[in-house]
């Protein structure tokens, strides 16, 4: 398969689909469909789903659905096809392997042999003595013989790029001119993996050339592996994109954009009701201004006026405060009241939301009436408990934070979300910090529902959905005077594998 001859522009964005569609995402989207159509262009949607143990389907569609809602098309993707298909990463294996053969055999990349526990026991070593941690090299010059011995044996190998030792890389940038970052900083980079899959770096590039991408347009956390898709593009003897490394998206307090420290599913901003049209309008004020300098605009009119020169990299501050205020001008300006039921309708009563909800009241109502506060807090953002209600028993308010902070830990862990994973997650919790099961109940009603008693608890969590049950734990961390310091908090989780078990060493 030979990249097509396109002098068009062509962008793309392209989301791992290994967890909740981030802002970030419809973030760098909106910049790469924006550029695309100003310039009468193509925009891509790729999935980049090699990561097979974190990568679903259910993931996949939630970006879909995430980006649609935001009011973003694709001219390409998985799900409407073209001419560069098939567009998700899982399914064009064979291309990347066809490469990464031409790659061993120019001898622009190598075997490497070395064990997990090498390669571990090699980080280690150099974080004691303070230097990068980086591969050593160690199987880059291997003679015919060593390696045919460890063909011989069976020896499972990954596949790295050949990087130079010394020297410096020099590339341009749209945005930040001439970047030089050191041969020496850069590591021989895994290319294959040992189950035959690409890792991004292989998989990006290949990938872009085939589907003739003009114009790179992602973060600036990408800047230092620009040395090593460039080292990958000469050794095909191909023509690089143009690069445009766009200012990460920071909190309040200019740290990146975390769901540590704030919502950052677009999950979330549904739930809470944002308009999309608002959202995608806040989303391109980020760095970037109007001609005109004003404030609200469509996607249409974006598109319209775009350059990048006028992206500003400062660093952009996501604000949940500026966007409800820019969401408000929307409702006010915008909306007329019949646009207004409307749209309520399709947020929090339509039938479907409704029907979640009724048969949980229903038994506890006498009057038509009494629905509003039985189920008030399932349509709200966040609820305000009582600080003497968030303490267990002997327990102090530092042992409840740990409570908190090792459900958010597992709601981080967890793929999906029903009330039977959400009663796995509270009892396994539970269990680890040896609460009572109805103790730990009594706990978080109020933080959840903001009193004592409530609809059924499990089914609560269900129908409020991950996003907005993560927001109402944080609240809960705020109530008892704020999370655990940093120190504290890595104690507290370095006890607890990725998949939210213990540990036992």
């Known amino acids: 398969m030979e990249a097509r001859s396109c002098q068009r522009v062509r962008t793309r964005v392209a989301p791992s689909p290994t967890g909740d569609p981030h802002v970030g995402t419809v973030y760098q989207a909106l910049f790469n469909y924006a550029f695309a159509k100003h310039h009468g262009g193509d925009f891509l949607l790729r999935i980049e789903d090699t990561d097979q143990t974190r990568s679903s389907r ?25 001419p560069c298909a098939p567009y998700r990463q899982s399914e064009r294996t064979a291309i ?41 090299g160690y199987c880059r010059d291997l003679t015919e013989q060593e390696r045919r011995r460890f063909e011989v044996a069976g020896t499972p190998y990954v596949v790295r790029l050949r990087v130079p030792d010394e020297g410096v890389c020099q590339f341009p940038d749209l945005l930040r001119g001439v970047v030089e970052l050191a041969w020496d900083s850069i590591d021989d980079q895994v290319l294959l993996k040992s189950d035959g899959f690409p890792t991004y770096h292989l998989a990006n590039v290949v990938d872009d050339h085939l589907m003739d991408i003009s114009h790179v347009i992602r973060g600036e956390e990408w800047i230092n592996s620009g040395p090593k898709h460039l080292l990958l593009y000469k050794a095909f003897d191909w023509t690089p994109p143009i690069f445009c490394h766009l200012p990460l998206l920071r909190n309040p307090d200019r740290s990146k954009l975390s769901k540590r420290h704030n919502p950052t599913s677009v999950t979330y901003y549904r739930r809470l009701g944002i308009l999309p049209e608002a959202f995608t309008n806040y ?21 319209q006026a775009f350059d990048l020169s006028r992206i500003s990299l400062g660093g952009p501050i996501f604000d949940e405060a500026k966007l ?48 509003v506060p039985l189920a008030d807090y399932l349509f709200t953002d966040v609820v305000a408990p009582d600080r003497s209600l968030l303490v267990l028993g002997e327990r102090d308010e530092e042992g409840m934070k740990e409570v908190l902070h090792l459900l958010l830990h597992a ?30 109940l009594r706990f978080l009603f109020p933080v959840l529902a903001g009193r004592k008693d409530a609809l059924p608890l499990f089914e609560t969590m269900e129908i409020l959905g991950k996003d907005l049950v993560r927001r109402r734990l944080r609240n809960g961390l705020e109530v008892l005077g704020g999370p655990l310091g940093n120190k504290k908090l890595r104690k507290l989780l370095s006890t607890v594998t990725e998949d939210g078990v213990e540990r036992q060493d």
Request: glycine share 6%; with cysteine; hydrophobic share 40%.
């Open 324 to 371: 409800r205020w820019l969401n408000g001008k929307y409702l006010r300006e915008k909306l007329d009241e019949a646009e207004v039921l409307r749209r309520l309708r399709l947020w929090c009563f339509s039938d479907e939301y409704l029907a979640a909800i009724v048969p949980l009241v229903k038994t506890r109502m006498d009057t038509l009436a009494e629905f």
């Open 96 to 136: 990347y392997r066809e490469h990464c053969a031409r790659l061993l055999e120019s001898g622009a990349a190598y075997r490497c042999y070395c064990t997990p526990e090498r390669l571990t026991a090699l980080r280690l070593e150099q974080q004691q003595a303070k230097q990068t941690t980086r591969y050593d």
């Open 283 to 303: 989303l391109g004020l980020m760095g970037w201004t109007m001609p005109d300098e004003r404030e609200l605009f469509s996607i249409h009119e974006m598109a």
């Open 411 to 440: 709601l981080d862990t967890v793929r999906g979300w029903d009330r039977e994973l959400a009663q796995a997650v509270v009892r396994g919790v539970a269990e680890r910090q040896g609460i009572e099961f109805r103790a730990i």
């Open 58 to 82: 259910a993931s996949e569609t939630a970006i879909f659905e995430a980006l649609r809602w935001a009011g973003l098309a694709w001219d390409e993707g998985p799900d409407v096809g073209g």
